[in-house]
């Protein structure tokens, strides 16, 4: 069985719907947590500390230990307070499932700037504000796991959501970082892609549609869980990854590169090259998955016949 006895974990955004879910399994597997919510409608508008306190109430009711957090991840003071909380009322801190984040639909052309930075400032900006805090104590003592909730709604796209795709897919790009700068001290980073059912779900479903098509009950939010307590343990051993979790199905997204068409190494392609190689520009038969930036390098250096440990190898070096 999974444990987390004599862990502390810190969950944003876990006063309501899946963040909820979250501490409370969490909880019952032994984890002391910071349960964080600012207490705000969907839109991010308000504040309610009542909602964290009685997720707090139910973990404690169950005989676990948590302590609430109302402070918000917009800015760096926020995050800094909420990785504090962990450490006042725990000691430590060994995960973080960074959940906390706002939802609203709104088509492109008529969004303004401010109805874009303010998503950004929750989600991006509050993972970061989150993160950077909880990492220097995760490296000071060797082991740290971090858990961001992206969505396929920007890995794959969502109508009517411009700025919570950018954002969400932001989390993504941060997550691969502290993967390879944590890597060397014990921290892990991995996003999830939830789909279960919540207030999100209903801004953009009917509930009476949901009910009627049974699609309530598919994605029950209990079902997304699982995946998010797995990567917050210590029984997870990967990194640097993304995975989906909808309707009972679990599974990797990844982002591969195809080999496409590779010029010649002293010429310069023009856009009549790529016209006509385009075919083989956008085949996906033949892919890697480049573990870094500097690999996508190595690998084209390698096909050119160039030693990454100087430019002027020749192809048998390689």
């Known amino acids: ?3 987390f006895t004599d862990q502390a974990i810190v969950v944003t955004g876990a006063g309501r719907g899946l963040g909820r879910l979250y501490a409370l399994d969490l909880a019952k597997r032994g984890a002391s947590v910071v349960v964080n919510d600012l207490g705000g409608s969907m839109g991010g508008e308000g504040a309610d500390p009542t909602v964290a306190d009685e997720v707090v109430g139910e973990i404690t009711q169950g005989g676990g230990k948590a302590v609430a957090s109302h402070d918000s991840v917009e800015s760096p003071e ?3 307070a909420i990785v504090q909380a962990a450490i006042k009322h725990f000691g ?8 906390a ?6 088509a492109f ?6 109805q874009w930075r303010q998503m950004l400032k929750v989600h991006l900006d509050g993972g970061f504000h989150l993160s950077q805090p909880a990492f220097k104590i995760m490296k000071n003592q060797g082991y740290g ?3 961001f909730i992206s969505s396929s709604g920007g890995m794959f796209g969502q109508h009517l959501e411009a700025h919570y795709g950018a954002a969400k897919a932001g989390l993504v790009g941060l997550s691969n970082v502290i993967a390879l700068e944590g890597a060397e001290h014990g921290i892990l980073s991995n996003t999830v892609l939830p789909f279960g059912f919540s207030r999100m779900v209903t801004e953009t479903v009917d509930a009476k549609t949901l009910e009627e098509t049974g699609l309530k009950d598919l994605i029950a939010p209990e079902k997304v869980v699982p995946m998010v307590t797995y990567l917050a343990s210590r029984a997870c051993e990967v990194t640097h990854q993304n995975y989906s979790a909808l309707a009972g199905r ?3 997204v990844f982002i591969g590169l195809g080999d496409g068409w590779l010029a010649e190494r002293d010429v310069t392609a023009t856009a009549d090259d790529i016209a006509e190689h385009f075919a083989q520009v956008s085949d996906t038969e033949s892919y890697s998955i480049p573990d870094n930036i500097y690999e996508e390098l190595f690998s084209v250096m390698g096909r050119l016949g160039i030693d990454k440990g100087g430019a002027g190898a020749s192809a048998d070096s390689s």
């Open 1 to 3: 069985m999974i444990d």
């Open 78 to 80: 926020g995050g800094e």
């Open 92 to 99: 430590r801190l060994d995960a973080v499932v960074s959940n």
């Open 101 to 106: 984040g706002i939802f609203n639909s709104i």
């Open 109 to 114: 052309e008529e969004m303004t700037p401010d």
């Open 145 to 147: 796991r971090f858990v």
């Open 250 to 252: 679990y599974g990797r």
